[in-house]
């Protein structure tokens, strides 16, 4: 069986989530808490997106500092990406604004 992109990224993100939580120390330390971001966020070409596509993308406006620690996996290096964050995001402006890549909308 052959997994789609989309489900080894989730894989990913089902990994770290627990490698977070088992890592976590006692109540009242710090802890990473991982959130999606609201769906008013997501470019309009998501809008209408499968659920999980959506969900993606909430995470990674959410989370880009985990996203970014893991590399791409699709091949899309070759396009100049170095990070599996940069397939959704291409930049955050300094007015916090997004430029969104559709690398991973497919």
Known sequence: MRL????ILIL????????????AGP???AQEKLTLAPESALP???QDAPP????????AI??????????????CGAVGHQNNLQCYIKEVRSDG??????????
Request: aromatic share 14%; hydrophobic share 40%; glycine share 8%.
């Open 44 to 46: 309009d070409f998501v």
């Open 62 to 75: 959410a989370n880009p500092d985990v996203l970014s620690d893991f590399p791409c996996y699709c091949g």
């Open 97 to 106: 604004s997004i430029e969104f890549e559709n690398h991973a909308f497919g």
């Open 27 to 29: 109540a009242g330390t």
């Open 4 to 7: 789609s992109p989309f489900s």
């Open 12 to 23: 990913l993100l089902l990994v770290t989530i627990s490698g977070i939580s088992a890592c």
């Open 52 to 59: 999980q596509v959506k969900e993606a993308y909430r995470f």
